[in-house]
T-cell receptor
Framework: KNEVEQSPQNLTAQEGEFITINCSYS?????LHWLQQHPGGGIVSLFM???GKKKHGRLIATINIQEKHSSLHITASHPRDSAVYIC??????????FGTGTSLTVIP | DTGVSQDPRHKITKRGQNVTFRCDPI?????LYWYRQTLGQGPEFLTY????????KSRLLSDRFSAERPKGSFSTLEIQRTEQGDSAMYLC????????????FGPGTRLTVL
């Protein structure tokens, strides 16, 4: 069993759609990260959360510590948002666990 | 460019050979992490350093893998007697201890073992 589960695994959306990617985890955490990985492997950190909600442009990330769940939302999606989105958690023992990622394709 | 850099970007080697990868973190970052990512999977934690001290090492890391960060700046990851199953992208990331662990990733080294 993976410590971090993401859904869906693959997501195709029309440009302009509102997108939600979900992440559930089973370990006690000190922080949760949302990462974006483009073809070719480059990874960019989008958000780091330990509680509540963060917003950056069209991206919103929320976390519910009690339910061990986080969501990443993209408003007004655009083809340039096409990438793999990875949820990662840092447990209280300094280990990082990663989800397998959600592959997003936004069609013009 | 002041981001995390890794060298080489690609490495092709024959099974049984040793390989070494280098990571140069962002200069003021005292934490450095190594991850491995295989196709279709999320990154897998390998090890991390705070300054020159290796503080955590994944239970999944075999004895053929060793990492060093001798002066608390750049780090090397060596794989001895490579196996085909070692083929993966090896990612390095760095962070400040006080930035609540926000990590900055390097471009990765893609290893192919023939």
């Amino acid at each position: 069993k993976n410590e971090v589960e993401q859904s869906p695994q693959n997501l195709t959306a029309q440009e302009g759609e509102f997108i939600t990617i979900n992440c559930s985890y089973s370990v006690g955490i000190s922080a949760l990260h949302w990462l974006q990985q483009h073809p070719g492997g480059g990874i960019v950190s989008l958000f780091m959360l330990s509680s509540g909600k963060k917003k950056h442009g069209r991206l919103i990330a929320t976390i519910n510590i009690q339910e061990k769940h986080s969501s990443l939302h993209i408003t007004a999606s655009h083809p340039r948002d096409s990438a793999v989105y990875i949820c990662a958690v840092k447990d209280t023992g300094n280990q990082f666990y990663f989800g397998t990622g959600t592959s997003l394709t936004v069609i013009p | 460019d002041t981001g995390v850099s890794q060298d080489p970007r690609h490495k092709i080697t024959k099974r049984g050979q040793n390989v070494t990868f280098r990571c140069d973190p962002i200069s003021e970052h005292n934490r450095l992490y190594w991850y491995r990512q295989t196709l279709g999977q999320g990154p897998e934690f390998l090890t991390y350093f705070q300054n020159e001290a290796q503080l955590e090492k994944s239970r999944l890391l075999s004895d053929r893998f060793s990492a060093e960060r001798p002066k608390g700046s750049f780090s090397t990851l060596e794989i001895q007697r490579t196996e085909q199953g070692d083929s993966a992208m090896y990612l390095c990331a760095s962070s400040l201890e006080k930035s609540y662990n926000e990590q900055f990733f390097g471009p990765g080294t893609r290893l192919t073992v023939l």
